[in-house]
């Protein structure tokens, strides 16, 4: 076990690694820098002035590993746009990005889990098809649009919710159904499809042949474990939640990092983009590696992978 | 007629074959309603999207400002003149609609088709050969999967400057991992499949058995994988168009048009629901599609 979450670490530590390399270059490849800070109406001397001034006319070597260097120190340069570092940028917005996402995680798994279990208790009748639509309409709905539609509904329409800011907890309500019924229907499938593969097991038959009632059956014996890849895909997805963040936060006009990382693209702010897309990346890969991990640790089979 | 005459010498055990494979496949699907409602509804989006010219009743970029955000036919404002409404700019919406189908299916197909085409060489290379290869390919799919794909096409699409070509391009390159991932793992399976060793005994080059006897084996999981990467890149399309780092005005964009609407969502709310409703549609009928065609190909295996 020891073996595999360290050589599983030493995987995590270079994919961090490489995704750090692939995003600076793709930054400093796919376009002029200095020119792009400059805007477009600015002279050649002035963009040459701004080249010196940024460090981006010396070789692109040097200008990575000194990046790399201080990155590695969770130093991230200043801001091109403000006067403040980063860090100070990055550590004011993370909070609410970690709370939009930590709420939306749960509340999909508050749904997902009972559709999951009641979908597959009563398979192919219609609490199962009802669950299935849920669902499929979940991953049809562009989720800007579904963030747009709940505004004009329970902002406007019904006057529930507050329509845009982050002053309070009801500010991240809406934000957090939307986001989180995009991560809601690959958990409740995945659960329908742990409780079908675990009802039809000879351990549940012996649970019920010795008398168990049904509710212990499911909950104690069945959904125990059916949930554990679910645990994991639930990771894996707060993963995937932090980075798709950015549209549902400009939607909201949350300030967290997503809105943070939105605004530096727009304003050619890179030094926070490439942090921005570090630390998401780095969460994403944490999570996964806490998912795989979690995943070993449960079931002996994975490990040999 | 050929049922009263006597069977011809030699076609008994023709009769007794039972029907070809493909024909029961075909009579499943058809028998399957999310396949055939799906199918009808991608069938119909194709259709408005190549005829956009003929069926459109207006011209999709002519601006009027005395019709501006009429609403739809239903309202109790609304005109047969624009059965869905008019802009904010006075565009007809069913004819912006119309024309914005062709940048969907455009984006949804060609992504599909080009990052099909990186993730399935990737994928088939390591499930064949293993061993290095495969650690290699692994790696950087599990790189490919820490990008993440939103924030990574905003910043790329910003630095290029958006456009249909930039979108497909970028589409393509993040979004091969799932192919690559299927068709690994199929790939591994058949690995030591006995028309493989067949086709090596007979002394076929691995170039061949590669594209002439695994590939055609892929085929049903990849369509599946194909309309779930197609509709993918259908939502990611809309989000940057909809972040105004994708298509750019005026092209009509699904996407864009919510964007566009947006100011006016609060009094006027269909400017944005009509373009939301019909991508989610389309995203839901080619989500069905591919739904259908993994129960059809493989019934047993069923959820």
Redesign the interface.
Known sequence: MLTYILRRLA?AL???L??AV??FL??HL??DLAT?IAGPESSAADVEKIRVQYGLDRPMVTQFFEWLGSALQLDFGRSFYFQNTVMELVGERLPITLKLGAMSLLLAVAVAIPLGVAAALYRDTWVDRLALLVA??G????????A??L??VFS?GLKWLPVAGNASWQNFVLPAVALGYYAMPSLMRLT??GM?DVMGSDYIRTARAKGLSPARVVFKHALRNAIIPVVALAAVELGFM???S??IE?VYSLQGL?QL??DS??R?DYPV?QA??LI??TF??AL?FVADVLNAALDPRMRTR | MTTTSLPLPGTAALAALPVPAWRRTLRRAAGHRGLLIGSIVLGLAVLAAVLAPWLAPHDPFAQDVTQRLIPPVWHERGTWEHVLGTDKLGRDYLSRLLYGARVSLVIGFVTALVAGLIGTTLGVLAGYFGGRVDAVVSYVITCRLAMPVVLVALAMASLVGGSLKVVIVLLSLLLWDRFAIVTRSATQQLRDAEFIAAAKSLGASTPYILVRELLPNLMGALTVVATLEMAHAILLESTLSFLGLGVQPPTPSWGLMVAEGKAYMFFQPWVIMIPGVVLAVLVLAINLVGDGIRDVAAPDGRH
């Open positions: 995987v270079a994919v961090m490489t995704v692939v995003s793709l930054l796919s376009g792009a499929t309409i991953q049809a709905m562009p989720n800007f649009w579904f747009l539609a505004i004009v406007v329908r499809a079908l932090l980075g798709g950015v549209v400009s997503g990382a939105w693209i727009a050619n983009v921005v897309v998401i990346a994403y890969i996964t």
